[in-house]
Nanobody, 114 residues
Framework: LQLQASGGGEVQPGGSLRLSCAASGFAFSDYTMSWFRQAPGEKPEWVSSIGRAGGTGIYADSVKGRFTTSRDNAKNTLYLQMDSLKPGDTAVYYC????????RGQGTQVTVSS
């Protein structure tokens, strides 16, 4: 099982980023996938999940209406479109298989700062 998130960076408040997560080593289309984030000194926070076939995801209240998750099963890739970013969104973002934080691989740093 390998999960590698990418696409992070530093943006100003109100900006946007699109994260990607490349999956390998398992049947990607057979699993619900999730995004988590972890800020320094904080516990991991669940951000969103999406079902095996894609469609509408579910979101934490803190990101609802600003973030959109999607997937491309043909490319074994999960996405997170993040709009209207706030300083409180600053964290390392991870993708996981189902909602298992222990399955995370390499995360990607998102920093929202003016």
């Amino acid at each position: 099982l390998q999960l590698q998130a990418s696409g992070g960076g530093e943006v100003q408040p109100g900006g946007s980023l699109r994260l990607s997560c490349a999956a390998s080593g398992f049947a990607f289309s057979d699993y619900t996938m999730s995004w988590f984030r972890q800020a320094p000194g904080e516990k991991p926070e669940w951000v969103s999940s999406i079902g095996r076939a894609g469609g509408t995801g579910i979101y934490a209240d803190s990101v609802k209406g600003r973030f959109t998750t999607s997937r491309d099963n043909a490319k074994n890739t999960l996405y997170l479109q993040m709009d209207s970013l706030k300083p409180g969104d600053t964290a390392v973002y991870y993708c996981t298989r189902q909602s298992d934080f222990g399955s995370r691989g390499q995360g990607t740093q998102v920093t929202v700062s003016s």
